[in-house]
C-alpha cells in the first residue's frame, strides 16, 4: 500500500509506474470518530491500527488482482462531517472527493447513533455531487465496529432498512476483528462498478496491423534521383578502376 500524501485537494494517481489496465477510484465517508481511516488501512494491508492522528483526508493506492485483472486502488479517506443547526457541515474535501470517485462507501458506528442519523444526509451529498450522471456511483453502507456489542447505540435491522431504503449494498462489520468481511465489502464494490466500466476492447491484431500500415510514420520509400546517383557513382568508379588496371 502506498500513502499517496496527506492533501488538502484531490490529485490524480497513481503516475507513469501504474502497470494495471484500470483504476478504481473509491471515496469513503462518514461521521467523526467512527473507523474510516481502520477500515481502509485494514482492507488494503489486511492490519488493524487503533489509533490514528485526526484524519485530514489521506489518498491510499495499491494494485491488487481483481477477478483476475490487475486494478489499481485509490482510496480516498476523508475528515468527519456532522451535523448542526444549518444541517450537513462537512468541509470542502469531503464534496470534491465524492465528485471524484468512482465509488463511495458511507460509514456510520454502531456505538453512535447520531453518526447514523447522517447517512441519509450524505447520500444526498452524493445524490447531488453526482447529479450529472445518468445512474449515481456504486454505494455501500458499512456499520462499524460490530463486536463493541456492549455499547451498541443502532439495532442490527435498522442498516439493512436504511439500505434497502437507499438502494445500497450493506454490511456489518468490525474493522478490528474480521478482515473478512471488510475485503467482502470493498470487493463487492470494485466487483460492483467493474460491471458499470468494462475495459474498451483491445483491437485485433489483423486491426493493429492495418492500422500500423496506414501509420504516417512508416518511412517513405528512398528518392529515386538519390538511388540514380548511386548508381552512376558506382559506374564512375568501375570505369577508374578498369582504367588503371589498362595502365
Not at 452524493?126 to 465496529?145: D, F, G, M, Q
Not at 437507499?166 to 460491471?195: I, N, P
Not at 548508381?231 to 578502376?241: D, P, W
Request: proline letters at 5%.
Amino acid at each position: 500500500m502506498r500513502l499517496v500524501q496527506n492533501m488538502s485537494t484531490i490529485a490524480e494517481y497513481p503516475g507513469t509506474d501504474c502497470l494495471s489496465n484500470r483504476v478504481i477510484k473509491i471515496a469513503v465517508v462518514g461521521g467523526s470518530g467512527v473507523g474510516k481511516t481502520a477500515l481502509v488501512v485494514r482492507f488494503l494491508t489486511k492490519r488493524f491500527i487503533g489509533d490514528y492522528e485526526r484524519n485530514a483526508g489521506s489518498l491510499y493506492s495499491r494494485d491488487v488482482q481483481l477477478d483476475g485483472e490487475q486494478v489499481a486502488i485509490q482510496v480516498q479517506d476523508t475528515p468527519g462531517v456532522q451535523v448542526n443547526a444549518n444541517g450537513l457541515s462537512c468541509t470542502d474535501h469531503v464534496t470534491r472527493s465524492i465528485q471524484w470517485a468512482d465509488a463511495v462507501v458511507m460509514v456510520y458506528s454502531v456505538t453512535d447513533h447520531r453518526s447514523f442519523d447522517l447517512i441519509g444526509q450524505l447520500h444526498q451529498l452524493v445524490s447531488h455531487a453526482h447529479a450529472e450522471r445518468s445512474t449515481l456511483p456504486p454505494i455501500i453502507l458499512l456499520a462499524n465496529k460490530a463486536d463493541l456489542l456492549h455499547v451498541r447505540r443502532v439495532d442490527a435491522q435498522q442498516g439493512p432498512l436504511l439500505a434497502s431504503a437507499l438502494g445500497c449494498f450493506f454490511y456489518e462489520v468490525s474493522a478490528s476483528e474480521d478482515y473478512s468481511q471488510v475485503h467482502s465489502a470493498f470487493h463487492r464494490l470494485c466487483r460492483e462498478l467493474a460491471k458499470q466500466q468494462p475495459l474498451p476492447s483491445q483491437p485485433s491484431v489483423t486491426a493493429a496491423g492495418s492500422e500500423k500500415r496506414r501509420s504516417p510514420l512508416i518511412p517513405r520509400p528512398k528518392s529515386p534521383n538519390m538511388q540514380d546517383l548511386k548508381r552512376r557513382f558506382k559506374q564512375a568508379l568501375s570505369a577508374k578502376v578498369r582504367t588503371v588496371t589498362s595502365v
